[in-house]
């Protein structure tokens, strides 16, 4: 089945705490991307990539990072997470003709 | 900078009238549009996708059309039913390198049984 998985589905953790969140895809799709969707801001883009090894910041890169060292794979890499890093975290992946596909969601909680 | 806006924000209707999602984009330069459809606290599920050189597309009840030079599309959805109820959030993406989807606030649905 084709699908952007995420893990984890949810998770807690404390200020300071460095965490990645894992995306795959098993679609062969060059671009990647991650969001954010925080109440009454919509969906805001974090990090893009386009192909392997070439990553760009989206909208709202502070306090983020990514890689892209396979195709599948796009992790995002919160170094120190603070309370304003949580919300619903969304990954998304894309082939060339543009029809963009979601993972279910990473909800994180920052204390 | 390309913006997208959905009006109305929010819509309530009763099951069984037919409906129509608004959505609009400050930059005709695009290479297509999507809409998807949420439910709360899910992933965005896409619904329909309408390339720059279509006008339109249809699944179902669903119909999306697209006009490139006024910045708009709409979403149609026929007979609308209690399990419709969704936010219904559309996207652009850019033709340009570099530049990709841009999404709009969406709009929160309600078919009132």
């Known amino acids: 089945e ?7 589905r949810y998770l807690i953790t404390v200020t300071g705490k460095k965490l990645t969140v894992t995306c795959s895809q098993n679609m062969n799709h060059e671009y990647m991307s991650w969001y954010r969707q925080d109440p009454g801001l ?12 070439v990553t760009d910041k989206g909208d709202v890169p502070e ?6 060292k396979e ?8 170094e120190s997470p603070s309370p304003n890093q949580t919300s619903l975290y969304f990954c998304a992946s894309s082939p060339w003709t543009g ?12 204390l | 900078k390309q ?9 309530s209707v009763p099951e069984g009238e037919n409906l129509v999602l608004n959505c609009s984009f400050t930059d005709s330069a695009i290479y297509n549009l999507q809409w998807f459809r949420q439910d709360p606290g899910k992933g965005l599920t896409s619904l329909l996708l ?14 999306a059309s697209l006009d490139k030079s006024s910045g708009r599309s709409t979403l149609y ?17 850019a033709t340009n390198y570099g530049q990709n989807f841009v999404f709009g606030p969406g709009t929160r649905l309600s078919v009132l049984p």
């Open chain 2, 50 to 63: 309408i390339q720059s050189s279509q006008r339109e597309q249809t699944s179902g009840r669903l119909n």
């Open chain 1, 63 to 68: 306090g983020y990072k990514v890689s892209r």
């Open chain 2, 3 to 11: 913006e997208v806006t959905q009006i109305p924000a929010a819509l």
């Open chain 2, 77 to 93: 959805i026929a007979a609308s039913q209690p399990g419709d109820s969704a936010t219904y959030l559309c996207a652009v993406k």
């Open chain 1, 2 to 8: 084709a699908q952007v998985t995420q893990n984890p």
């Open chain 1, 99 to 110: 029809e963009l596909f979601f993972g279910e969601g990473s909800r994180l909680t920052v």
């Open chain 1, 71 to 78: 195709k599948r794979n796009f992790p995002l890499i919160l």
């Open chain 1, 42 to 53: 919509g969906l805001r883009q974090i990090y893009y990539s386009m192909n392997v090894e």
